[in-house]
């Protein structure tokens, strides 16, 4: 958990850094560009990380991973320093890509291998508070540190952080790193093996394409946030400061909540009715002018998001095998990819600058997707009761 909460602190920071920084120095495409190729370079790697995660050491995975998102916030570093930094802005993207890619499944195989089942929902709701509390300390810095100090502050911080959580990998994660039984060396082969497991799970099908619909949504407020505050609110660093703050206590303080009631959230299509909210609670935030309203709003967003998301996790832990979890992960990351590919280039590609065309035709859009997947769940529920 500790290891959540330093990453993510870094991750809240990078967000608050990077978006800022393309907006003031570029426009809402530029911001949209960032992150696309953020995006892609998950999408494009992810069948090789899931099947490197299923038949490596994770500790040795796990280790270059994380050397290689030290290395993107050097050049995030090297960004802050220099004129154009969008160059270096797209270094960091890819690079801290690559290293998250490798992380997430095999930090997913460490926890199976630590926690037993039964206790895998309550785990991931007690890290994704972990991961609200890093994401509210660094975008809370990161916006103080923004309008107060040079960026290269926010960068330094990032760099301490990363040093962090080097020294945790090292120290608590020797005990899990035996290696899993998988091993072959036709990736392709290996992939379809395990993309054939996981489509054989219903539930674990549906865990995986809700994890990236919640995903969306944050996607598109990083994307949109920036101009949203500069061009349509005609405010600055503070404004979106706040903003980014009031997501991650949003999530947190739902978090903490829900933490007490796990064996609520096992029920099946809690998401589902949590992800129709999030639609329709982004329209909302994309009509309304005054802050506290928009603060408010977007709190409610960031605890849905988060309360989503741990959901799924949670479901995903207990009911991927071990052997098969990198490339289970792997496939959630291509569905968070290939969404995001399609939300931040939308600017480019569409045209429209203005945030709020986004904001609602993607809000309608998680609401009536959620709702035909409702529909198909509950069918399939039928058909199985009545065999």
């Not at 320093?81 to 160059?87: I, Q």
């Amino acid at each position: 958990m500790a290891f959540s909460f330093s990453s993510f602190a870094t991750i809240g920071l990078s967000l608050v850094v990077t978006s800022w920084i393309a907006a003031v120095e570029g426009s809402i495409s530029l911001v949209g560009q960032l992150f696309f190729v953020s995006s892609a370079t998950s999408f494009i790697f992810s069948i090789y990380a899931g099947v490197i995660v299923d038949s490596k050491n994770r500790l040795s995975v796990i280790r270059r991973g994380q050397a290689l998102r030290f290395l993107g916030v050097a050049a995030l570093a090297i960004g802050v320093l220099v004129s154009p930094s969008a160059p270096w802005l797209f270094a960091y993207a890819t690079l801290f890509s690559l290293g998250t890619v490798l992380n997430a499944g095999a930090l997913d195989g460490i926890v199976q291998l630590a926690v037993n089942a039964s206790q895998r929902m309550k785990l991931s709701i007690r890290v994704s508070i972990c991961r609200q509390l890093g994401i509210l300390c660094g975008t809370g810095l990161g916006g103080i540190l923004l309008h107060y100090f040079p960026t290269i502050w926010s960068v330094l911080l990032m760099v301490f952080l990363m040093v962090v959580q080097f020294i945790i990998i090292n120290r608590f994660f020797s005990d899990y790193q035996s290696e899993p039984a998988a091993r072959s060396n036709d990736i392709l082969a290996s992939w379809k093996q395990g993309l054939r497991a996981m489509l054989g799970q219903r539930a674990l099908t549906f865990s995986v394409l809700n994890v990236g619909l919640f995903f969306s949504a944050s996607q598109m407020a990083n994307v949109l946030v920036p101009g949203f505050v500069k061009d349509t609110l005609g405010q600055g660093s503070d404004v979106y400061g706040l903003l980014e703050a009031a997501w991650a206590i949003g999530g947190g303080a739902i978090l903490v909540t829900a933490a007490a009631q796990t064996k609520l959230f096992t029920a099946h299509r809690w998401e589902l009715a949590i992800l129709t909210l999030i639609g329709l609670v982004m329209v909302a935030f994309a009509m309304s002018r005054s802050i506290p309203v928009l603060v408010i709003l977007y709190a409610l967003l960031g605890g849905m998001f988060a309360l989503g998301r741990a959901i799924c996790d949670g479901r995903i832990l207990i009911l991927a095998k071990n052997e098969e979890i990198g490339r289970v992960r792997a496939t959630t990351s291509m569905i968070i990819s290939l969404l995001g590919m399609t939300i931040y280039l939308s600017p480019t590609l569409i045209g429209i600058e203005n945030t709020i065309f986004y904001y609602v035709a993607w809000g309608i859009s998680l609401s009536a997707i959620a709702i035909a997947l409702f529909c198909v769940n509950a069918y399939c529920d039928f058909r199985e009761r009545t065999k």
